[in-house]
C-alpha cells in the first residue's frame, strides 16, 4: 500500500508537470526572445539608462549580473541593521553583524539559508522589502545566467549573449511576478495565512500561554517555491501549519518547485531550434529524479535503526498529514532543485535516509536543479559528457554545432571543481583550525560522532550549491559559521555564473559546424545514459570518501 501511494503521488506530480512543459516552456522562450517591450519595461529602461536593443558581451553581462547582486547584498544587510526603527519592525532588535551578513549572502545568493528563527528574529518590513524582493530577483538571475548560455549554443559569430537588464526585467515582470501572484492566491485559499497580525497572546487548551505569529505568509510563500528560494517564514518552514496546512498544499508545493527548471529544457530545444534537445535533457533530469525519490522512499519505509525499529516507522520528524510518502516526495523536489525548503527535519531521517538529500545537493542539483541554476548546470556536464565521447571515438567533441576546445573544457572543469572544492574545504577547516573545531564541536553539533560530522558536511553542501536545507541538529548561529557559510554562498553563486557566461561567450563567437558521420547524436537515449552516468560518477568521485566518514559509515554500522 505504501508503495502504490508513493507510486500515485509520483504519477501525480509527473502529470501536472507534464502538462506544464510545453506552454510554460514555449513561453519563456518568448518572454526572452520577443522582440518587443512593454510599456512598463521600457519607463523602467529609461530609469536606469538602459538601451533594450544593446546586446552585451560576455564581460558586460557579467559585470550586471555581479552590480546587481552586491546592491542586494547592501541592501539586505543594511535593512536588517536598521531593522528596530522600521514599521512593523513587531519591537524585534537587529540581528547581529555576522548574521546580518550571513542572511543577505543567502537570500542575494538564491540559497535562503536560515542560521535564526524567522518568525522571533525579523520584522515584516524586513521580510518582505528584503526577503521577499531577493526572492524575485535571485530567481530572475538564474533564469538570466541560464538563457545567456542557450543564446550562446544558438547565436553564430556574435561577440554577445544578450542584455542582462533586459533579461531580468522581462523574467520578473512577465514571468515570475505574475506566476507569483497567481500561486499566492491558490495557497491562500489553501488555507496559507496572509496578515499583518504580528504576535497573539492565547490560551492553550493546556491551560498555558502562548504567542502565535501571524505575517504575509502566502505571497512569500509562493515566490519561496517558484524561485526555488527556500526560506520559510516560520522557523519550521513548510511543516509549519500556516505555512503548508494539507495533504493538497504539499502536492501544489511540489509542483511550484519544479515547473519552471522542468520546463526550461524545452525553453532550451525552442531556443536552439531543435526540440529534441531539450527533451534529452529533460530526460536525464526526470530519472535521476526518479531514482532519488524511489531510494529515499524504500529507505524511509524500511525504517532501519533502532529508533525506527522499535517505533515500527520513521516518523521522527516528519508531519503525520504527510507521512512518509509526502516527506520523502517533497524532501527529493527540495534538494533536487536549489530550493531548500522541508516539510520534514532531514536531520531526523533514518541514516541511509539522510544520504540521498546530500546526494541530490552533491550531484550539482540537476535533477531538476534550481530556476535557471539546474539547466546551466546540466549544459556545462552534456558538454564533459561529449568531450569523453569525442576522446573515445577520436574525433573533435560537438555540441550543438559547437566546438568543444581546450578553452571550453578548461571552462566546464573548472565549473564542477568549484562546489566540491567550497564543501570539501569547509567541512575540513571546521574540523582542522583550533578555535574553529571547538566551537563546531562544542556550540554547533547537537549529535557527537559520524552523525555530527554529516552535520557540519550537510551545511556546507547545502551552502555551496545555494540550496539552503539543513540538518536541523546543528546551531549555525555562529560567528564562524555564519561567516564561513556566507562566504562560501557567494563564491558557491557567483564564481560558477562567471564561467557559465565566459562559457557562453566562448561558444556565441564560434560558427556552427556541421554535422558528420562522426557526430555524436545528442537527443538520442545513448546520450542521456551518458549524461546521466558522467553526472554521478563525477559526484562519487569527488565526495565518496567524505560520505564513507558520514551518513554511510553511519548507516552501515
Known sequence: MPLTTALFALVAVAAVIAVLYRPL?????????????WRLERGIYRLIGVDARAEQSWQAYLRGVLAFSAVGLLIVYGLQRLQQWLPYSLGLAAPREPLSFNTAASFV??????????EATLGYSVQIAGLA?????????????????????????????????????RGLLRLLLPIAAVSALLLLASGVVQNFNGFT?????????????????????????LGTNGGGFFNANSSHPFENPTPLTNLLQVVLMLAIPFSLPRTFGRMVGDTRQGLAILSVMGLLYVASFTALTLVELA????????????????????????????????TGTSTGAVNSMHDSYTALGGFFPMLNMMLGEVSPGGVGSG?????????????????????????????????????????????????????????ALPGVRESVTGDSILNEGVHGMSEVLYAFTSAANNNGSAFAGLTADTPWLNTALGVTILLGR???IMLVLALAGSFAAQDAVPATSGTLPT????????????????????????????????GLV
Open 25 to 37: 516552456g514555449d513561453y519563456m522562450a518568448w518572454v526572452y526572445t520577443s522582440a518587443k517591450d
Open 494 to 496: 557567483f564564481v560558477p
Open 109 to 118: 545568493g538564491n540559497t535562503n539559508w536560515q542560521s535564526y528563527s524567522p
Open 303 to 334: 525504517g532501519r535503526g533502532t529508533a525506527p525499529e522499535l517505533a515500527g516507522a520513521a516518523l521522527e520528524g516528519k508531519e503525520q498529514r504527510f507521512g512518509i510518502i509526502g516527506s520523502t516526495l517533497f524532501a527529493t523536489t527540495s
Open 375 to 431: 539547466l546551466y548546470a546540466l549544459l556545462v556536464l552534456a558538454v564533459i559528457a561529449v568531450f569523453i565521447s569525442g576522446l573515445l571515438i577520436g574525433r573533435t567533441p560537438e555540441y550543438l554545432g559547437k566546438k568543444i576546445g581546450p578553452r571550453e573544457i578548461k571552462l566546464a572543469a573548472l565549473y564542477i571543481l568549484v562546489m566540491p572544492t567550497l564543501v570539501l574545504a569547509g567541512t575540513a577547516l571546521s574540523f
Open 133 to 169: 524582493v531577493q526572492n524575485f530577483t535571485s530567481a530572475a538571475v538564474g533564469i538570466a545566467v541560464a538563457i545567456a548560455l542557450v543564446r550562446g549554443f544558438a547565436y553564430r559569430k556574435s561577440g554577445t549573449i544578450g542584455n542582462f537588464w533586459v533579461d531580468l526585467t
Open 201 to 225: 497572546d492565547v490560551t492553550t487548551l493546556a491551560g498555558g500561554a502562548q504567542s502565535i505569529p501571524g505575517g504575509p505568509v502566502a505571497s512569500q510563500e509562493a515566490i519561496k517555491l
Open 523 to 554: 537527443h538520442r537515449p545513448l546520450f542521456v545514459g551518458l549524461l546521466a552516468t558522467v553526472t554521478i560518477l563525477l559526484s562519487a568521485l569527488a565526495f565518496l570518501p567524505v560520505l564513507a566518514l558520514g551518513p554511510l559509515a553511519e
